[in-house]
């Protein structure tokens, strides 16, 4: 691995599918980045062993007492294992708590995450199943900066996805996460390679600055 090379770290609780598309991309050269850490609040999660498979550096570190946020010495050690390992971006893949100072300091406008619905609709818990419920037709997923709220940082990318007739939950969420396996190394990739024009809210991925 350079010394200049981009450098990722993942958070992830869950099964690590989208984790799984990011570091396939940076092992085909379309993020030119590498994974240098991978951190899971749960022992047993299968993003650590995708990880492991791939020959990548993962952990369990324990999140603390609370259920939906890290404790305040469990962040500061999530944010310190990042720094030591040269982190640049911090890529939440299925990561299941809020993250809060002083590991927002610590990695500014440095965060980014994948939220399941076209946000602004649908922040929360099982996006999916919102929109479902709503009775929307076209929903998608949202790559965004990670700020202080939930689900509110600045727009980087989405991608649309129908909601047919038939659909359930399931079947909406399923075909999502497809959608999502494609956006999420796109942004991550114009992010790596330094293609983000940043203007406030305004996000755009390409040369031209952002009005
Ligand atoms: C995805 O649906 C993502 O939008 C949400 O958590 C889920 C993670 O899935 N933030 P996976 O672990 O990447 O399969």
Not at 82 to 105: E, N, Q
Not at 147 to 154: F, P
Not at 178 to 196: D, N, R, S, T
Request: glycine share 10%.
């Amino acid at each position: 691995m350079s010394e200049t090379e981009f450098r990722i770290g993942v958070l992830g609780s869950g099964t690590g599918s989208n984790f799984v598309a990011i570091a396939e991309a940076c092992a085909s050269g379309t993020i030119p980045a590498s994974i240098a850490l991978v951190l899971s609040d749960v022992a047993e999660a299968g993003i650590i062993d995708r990880a492991r498979e791939r020959g990548l550096p993962a952990r369990y570190l324990a999140p603390g007492k609370f259920r939906t946020r890290l404790e305040e010495e469990a962040e500061s050690q999530y944010a310190a294992a990042l720094v030591t390992a040269g982190v640049d971006l911090v890529v939440p893949a299925g990561f299941m708590r809020v993250l809060k100072s002083p590991f927002l300091s610590a990695f500014e406008g440095r965060i980014v995450n994948i939220h399941p619905s076209l946000l602004p609709a649908f922040p929360g818990l099982e996006a999916w199943k919102q929109a479902w419920a709503y009775g929307v037709k076209v929903t998608g997923c949202t790559v965004h900066f990670v700020d202080s709220g939930v689900d509110s940082g600045a727009i980087i990318g989405q991608q649309t996805v129908p909601v047919l007739d038939d659909d359930t939950p399931q079947t909406l969420h399923q075909r999502i996460h497809g959608a999502e396996h494609e956006l999420y190394p796109k942004c991550v990739a114009a992010i790596a390679a330094g293609k983000l024009q940043v203007a406030g809210r305004r996000v755009a991925i390409g040369t031209k600055a952002v009005a």
